[in-house]
Structure formats: structure tokens, C-alpha cells
């Protein structure tokens, strides 16, 4: 075989190896940016999904509240509270289990007691209102503030609703809240529903509570139709963090459950990743939480499992949208891309073969130096030049190759010794932000840190209307530890108390050490009441658990809640003195200002 020949079989075979090799690594490349591009279009899917299903139920919400702000409903209701409210406890509950006896008792509808709660007017205008939108309510009622049936679109299974979870949590004790009661499947309106639950108010006070049984699946269906060009061929649920899915399109609600290698990500926060599914197979999953089921100070959501006309209900779960993409659909996408790839590849590897042989003759000797010398550089011989005395393109190309080469010698380095400079700062800075924050005894935040915190977290409360409480602690007769073990002894008692005050606050607390013996919490979403319930735990528990060596302690604490007048000063302020008050009250207890 000839030299061309032989030179045109290697030429070949260095191309198909290369191809071959670059086709193997852009498959990867693809497969890994179809698989972010996909999770992070199916989480942003998701997360509008759950947006607009968090839209409607504020918006269900707006309509159960400007129901129950009708005049018809407010007459209704202070009619009935009159009614009844000149009587004892006892003898209210004598007329309610009365009551509730003859209507559970009572079968037919036309029965003037029965009657009385589903013809009045009150019954009559909701009524209409599920005319409004014809297929979306299930049953309309209303009750007083003593949880007496009043009103109703039907007759329901039971008279009295004083005592459901759900009555409880949207009376919340007079204040009064929105509440979502997940009933699951509603025997008596035979379908899968969502109870909206409002308070009736007068004059700022709750006087009775209205709920509406609406139709979740259709009006869910629909939007998660309306986002379908954009996620599939993926499927999506909407499913509750214990796994049951609440709907999934072309499937009996609460018929399947999510694979259980994904319930430890169901919860609060919008995530994906690469899971499996109930057949072990490969799956791209994207979450996103419906913000407005769980529970907050706005919206109360929950239910329980089976109650007397429902079952399947909700056991204190909140609502997720997920996305499920088959991971074979993106390896099927990148086979096809590969496929195309090395057609096109091997097809210009013919194209340049053939136009080699035409001119390999005049340039064979030249080319031959050049690949051997393309192969040294390829193996990091950077120290090296070609010569070739030739003024043609070939002469061109390695007076180029030479040049190139001097400047990458100078970029790279210069690269290194840039990349070896960041790095250092890097470490330096990283290490100088952490000395800036972190006490360096307990490895808790310091006071500076913990004053930052406050200050954002005030103006956060006061923005938002939210409560906010800080409590100042204090080791009672720390001096003696340190007399009577000495002071290495004293450090260690504080690094096991900041140890124990972490296991026993929330995550969203935040402990610092103030100074000396003396440590802070601030604790967001917490009013007065609550602190102290919090400290007065833990301060029990600190003076029952031995530190170190038999060494017990005890702990002062006072608790402030933040006013709408404070500054971060007056909100510390009060603090010490509420701690100056727990000293003075002989130690060991908890003080509120």
C-alpha cells in the first residue's frame, strides 16, 4: 500500500476517533443542558401552576368574605344570635342537642323544622350564589356564633358544627381567620371538594361562620390544561407532602400516591432533581409548594382523615405542584441528536479524505510535520517550534502555530498566577467574614451580627405586621463556676450552653452571645406569650440537664416584644430590664415587659 494511501487510511481514522470522541462528549454536554434546561423550565412551570392555584384560592376566598358581608347574612345571623344568646351555657346546650336530634332524625326536606334553615332568605341568596357559576359550588351554609345550622343550599348530615375543626379554626377564638378545609372526597355532595370557610363579622366582631363546599377538580383541571404546551411530555399532580395526589389529570383524585423516594422533598420549598418513581425508573421532578395551604397567620389549611360525611381528607398537609419528566425522554432526544451528529461528522470526514488525495502529494511533507508537531503541543510541549520553509498557506500556518504558541505560554502563566491571587483572597475574605459574625468561643453569632439581624428583622415585623420577641439570657452565679473550676472550665459550660440553647430553639431563631455569661434570641413570628412559653421550657430544661463534670446551672431570662414605637435600643432596653427583674426575683425564672 502506498504512503497516500496509508496517509489517507490514517487521516480517516484519526477523524472518525474524533468525531467519535467529540460526539461522546457533546452527547454528555446535551444531555446535561437538557436536563437542567428541562428541570428548571418544568420548577418555573411549577411555580406558576402553583401561583395561580394559590391566585384562586385567594380569590375563593374574596368571594366567601363578600358573601358573608351581605346584608341578608348579617341580618340572618344577629337574628339568630338573638334568639339564643340570653341563654344559660347549659341551657344552650340542651336546645343544640335538641335541635341536632330532630334534624339528624328528621328525613324528609319538606318538614317545617328542616324547612326553617333551607327557605329563609338567607338559604334563598346562597342558593343564587351557586347559580352564579353553575357547577362549582357543592353545599352553601351558614351557622351563628354558637354554631347553630341557620342557612343552607341543602340539608346537611348534621345540625350543630360548633364542634368541627374546621368551625374552630375559622372562629379562632373571636378573632376570626380564612380556613381551608381540605375535605377530600364529600359523600354528600359526591365529589372531591375544598371547604372555604369565612367568618361572618358585625361591627368587627365575629358573629357567625360561613363555609362553601367548592369542586376542585374541574377548576384545578383547567389550569394545569392552560400551562400543558409548556411542560410536556411530563405529567403533573398536585399532591399533598404525605404523597396522596390530590388531582392528577386523567386519574381518579387520591386513586395514586407519589413515589416514595420523594416524600422526604415534599414540604415547604420549591426543589428538583433526578428521582425514582415507583417503577425504579429515572425521572426529572420539579416542586413547587401552593403557598397559600400552608398554614399562616393570612389562611388557616388542613382537615382530618374521615369524618362523618367525608373521607380521604386532609391530615394537616399542605398542597405541592409536581412535575414529572421520564428521564428516557431526554435520552431518546439525545440519541437522535447523536445519531444526526456523526452523520454529519462522518460525512465531512469523506468530503475532507477525498479532497486530501488531490493535494497530498505537494503538501504530504509539510502536513506530516505539522501533525507531528500538533500531536507535542496536544501532550503540553509548549517549548517547542516548527519550522517550515515554505511561503505557501501550509509556511503561513506554522509561522501562526509558533506565534500562538508564544502567547498561550504567556496566558497561561499569567492565568495561573492570577487564578493562585484570587483563590488566596478568596480564603482571606471568606475567613475575615467569618471572624466578623461568629463568636470564636461558643461558635455562636456575636453581637454585631446579631444587631444586624435584629434591625432587618424589625423593619421586616413592623413592614408585614408580624410579632417579633428577643429574650435576654444569663447564667445565674457564673462568677462561682469560674472561682470554683477555674475560668478554662467556665468557657467550657458556655460552649455546652450555646449547644443546648441551639437543640431547643427553631431554626429561625437566632442565638448570639452577648457578652460574657450573658446570651440573646431573637425570635421572629413570636409575640410576648409565646417567648415565654419557649424560654420557660428551656429554662427548665437547662437546669435539668449536668453540663459537665456534675456541673448544673441556671439561667435569668427577660422576654420583650417588639412595639410598633421601637427602635431596635428600646426593644433591648426593655429586655435587660425584664432580665434585671428575673435576678431580682431570686433567679432561675422568666420576666416579660
Not at 388531582?247 to 407519589?258: A, D, N, Q, R
Request: charged share 25%.
Amino acid at each position: 500500500m502506498s504512503f497516500r494511501a496509508k496517509l489517507i487510511n490514517i487521516t480517516t481514522a484519526l477523524g472518525i476517533v474524533f468525531v467519535t470522541m467529540l460526539t461522546f462528549f457533546v452527547a454528555r454536554h446535551n444531555r446535561k443542558i437538557l436536563i437542567d434546561n428541562t428541570l428548571e423550565n418544568n420548577r418555573e412551570v411549577a411555580s406558576a401552576i402553583s401561583i395561580n392555584i394559590d391566585n384562586y384560592l385567594v380569590e375563593l376566598s374574596r368571594t366567601a368574605k363578600t358573601l358573608a358581608t351581605t346584608p341578608v347574612i348579617i341580618d340572618r345571623v344577629k337574628g339568630s344570635n338573638r334568639q339564643i344568646e340570653h341563654l344559660s351555657g347549659e341551657g344552650r346546650k340542651n336546645r343544640i342537642k335538641v335541635f341536632n336530634d330532630k334534624w339528624t332524625s328528621t328525613h324528609d326536606e319538606k318538614e317545617t323544622f328542616i324547612q326553617g334553615s333551607l327557605s329563609n332568605p338567607a338559604a334563598e341568596h346562597l342558593k343564587k350564589q351557586q347559580e352564579v357559576i353553575p357547577g362549582l359550588y357543592g353545599e352553601i351554609f351558614l351557622t351563628n356564633m354558637y354554631g347553630e345550622l341557620i342557612a343552607s343550599t341543602t340539608k346537611l348530615t348534621t345540625y350543630y358544627h360548633g364542634d368541627k375543626y374546621w368551625w374552630l379554626e375559622a372562629y379562632n377564638k373571636g378573632e376570626g381567620k380564612v380556613f381551608f378545609d381540605d375535605r377530600g372526597y364529600d359523600d354528600s355532595v359526591g365529589d372531591y371538594v375544598l371547604g372555604v370557610v369565612v367568618p361572618v363579622y358585625d361591627q368587627g366582631q365575629v358573629i357567625g361562620i360561613l363555609k362553601s363546599n367548592i369542586r376542585i377538580s374541574r377548576l384545578f383541571s383547567e389550569v394545569i390544561q392552560n400551562y400543558s404546551l409548556l411542560y410536556k411530555p411530563g405529567s403533573v399532580k398536585i399532591a399533598r407532602t404525605d404523597g396522596a395526589i390530590v388531582l392528577e389529570p386523567g386519574k381518579e383524585p387520591f386513586s395514586t400516591t407519589i413515589s416514595k423516594d420523594l416524600l422526604p422533598i415534599l414540604g415547604e420549598e420549591i426543589t428538583y432533581g433526578i428521582y425514582k418513581d415507583k417503577n425504579n425508573q429515572d425521572i426529572l421532578v420539579s416542586i413547587s409548594p401552593v403557598a397559600n395551604t400552608i398554614e399562616s397567620s393570612r389562611f388557616g389549611f388542613g382537615g382530618t382523615v374521615e369524618s362523618i360525611d367525608h373521607t380521604l381528607g386532609n391530615n394537616d398537609e399542605n398542597w405541592m405542584v409536581v412535575i414529572e419528566v421520564p428521564k428516557e425522554f431526554i435520552d431518546s432526544r439525545v440519541y437522535e441528536q447523536t445519531k444526526q451528529f456523526l452523520l454529519i461528522g462522518f460525512l465531512t470526514i469523506l468530503i475532507i479524505s477525498l479532497f486530501t488525495l488531490f493535494f497530498i502529494e505537494k503538501v504530504t511533507k509539510n502536513i506530516t510535520k505539522l501533525v507531528a508537531f500538533t500531536e507535542e503541543v496536544g501532550q503540553g510541549n509548549l517549548d517547542k517550534h516548527i519550522e517550515v520553509r515554505s511561503n505557501d498557506e501550509i509556511g503561513t500556518l506554522a509561522k501562526s502555530f509558533n506565534k500562538m504558541l508564544d502567547r498561550l505560554k504567556e496566558t497561561m502563566a499569567s492565568r495561573a498566577e492570577l487564578t493562585e491571587e484570587i483563590n488566596r483572597r478568596i480564603k482571606v475574605e471568606e475567613k475575615l467574614k467569618y471572624l466578623s459574625t461568629i463568636d470564636e468561643l461558643t461558635k455562636v453569632y456575636n453581637r454585631r451580627a446579631f444587631n444586624d439581624y435584629m434591625c432587618k428583622m424589625i423593619d421586616f415585623s413592623k413592614s408585614y405586621g408580624e410579632p417579633l420577641s428577643i429574650a435576654m439570657l444569663d447564667i445565674d452565679h457564673y462568677k462561682e463556676i469560674n472561682d470554683s473550676y477555674g475560668h478554662d472550665v467556665g468557657d467550657e459550660v458556655l460552649k455546652k450552653l450555646s449547644k443546648t440553647l441551639l437543640r431547643n430553639i427553631r431554626k429561625v431563631d437566632i442565638l448570639a452571645r452577648w457578652g460574657g455569661e450573658e446570651f440573646a434570641i431573637l425570635m421572629p413570628k413570636n409575640n410576648a406569650e409565646e417567648a415565654y412559653r419557649t424560654l420557660e421550657r428551656l429554662r427548665k430544661t437547662i437546669e435539668s440537664t449536668v453540663l459537665m463534670n456534675d456541673i448544673r446551672i441556671t439561667i435569668s431570662v427577660g422576654v420583650a416584644e417588639l412595639k410598633n414605637t421601637d427602635a431596635a435600643n428600646d426593644l433591648v432596653r426593655r429586655a435587660d430590664e425584664a432580665l434585671y427583674k428575673a435576678k431580682n426575683n431570686g433567679r432561675n425564672n422568666v420576666q416579660v415587659l
